[in-house]
């Protein structure tokens, strides 16, 4: 934990002095990780052998029917692509608008073609059963199969780079959002301050004060980076549900066909997200919701002098308050 929040408190220095200079440290970090990213892919090339990719391809030997197989992944592949939404979320800070959505395509494609490269190509050099078998990072055994140990050590330091460059773009985009949330009356005004170099610096204070008690709690009750893992997709898969949901609407207003497909498909696989993750874990994110809410109802109050709530908002409060009773009565019982 110690190293965690050395790490963290680092980059909370970074990005107070300016988003500029924190945006400038990514850029070198993002070009830095694709070293040992294209070096792997192209290794992976040249030792790929299409008997071994073949072999049980259908994971029958498992004894899992595919779409269980598909199922039991959809946490993991949402993981994946947290995150591409950055552009959108910064989007107020682009001198063009239309930067944003070429932006945002451009990370799906990229993202998706590291991803299926790495993973299908890892899949024709050994067996599934040895891969799965491998300590995290994998493809840094991968590596030492196709290269020796040096491999394992060019994997370990652009694993090392990729985490603090993400790490740094995420708390970028996580400050930005109560900061946004605070100009809508949804957050306090104080999360609209800046410090003199126009970083954030109220919401960063939340932020990585909240990521600070996280990294404790996950610390005392012995859990791992999955946990982590199934936390963090948990959290985001209501937000990217309500997203389609809110192209939906948009698109009634509009009368636009193909917002409404779109919107409809979102939602749909929205909904699928929620359902494969499995209901005890979204249970459980209900429990991180409540200090949300205490934080709105203060805005309300503090923007309306009293607490001004539509019909919805009351329904929604409602159904939080009571779904936290047995989310933490099954927390104290596991």
Known sequence: MIGESILLWIIHWLVLRGTQTAAGINKLATLAKLIPLSLFVILAIFAFKIDIFK????????????????????????????????????????????????????????????????????????????????????MASLMIHMMGNYGEIIIAAGLIVSVCGAYLSWTIMATEIPYIASLHGSFPKIFKYQNKNNALSSSLWLTNGAVQLALILIWLSGSNYNMLLTIASEMILVPYFLVGAFLIKISLERASKGLLIIGTVTSLYGLWLLYASGTINLLLSVILYMPGLFIFLYAQKQNNNKISLSRLERSAIIMIIFSSIPAFWYLLHI
């Not at 959108?88 to 991803?115: E, F, N």
């Open 55 to 138: 072999f049980d391809f259908r994971g029958a030997e498992m004894g899992i029917p595919i779409w269980q197989q598909v199922k039991n992944t959809m946490l993991i592949t949402l993981w994946v692509f947290i995150g591409i939404e950055g552009a959108v979320v910064v989007s107020a800070r682009a001198q063009r608008r239309k930067d944003v959505g070429l932006a945002t395509l451009l990370a799906v494609i990229s993202a998706l073609s590291i991803y299926i490269l790495v993973t299908l190509l890892s899949l024709g050099i050994v067996p599934r059963e040895e891969i799965a078998a491998m300590k995290n990072p994998s």
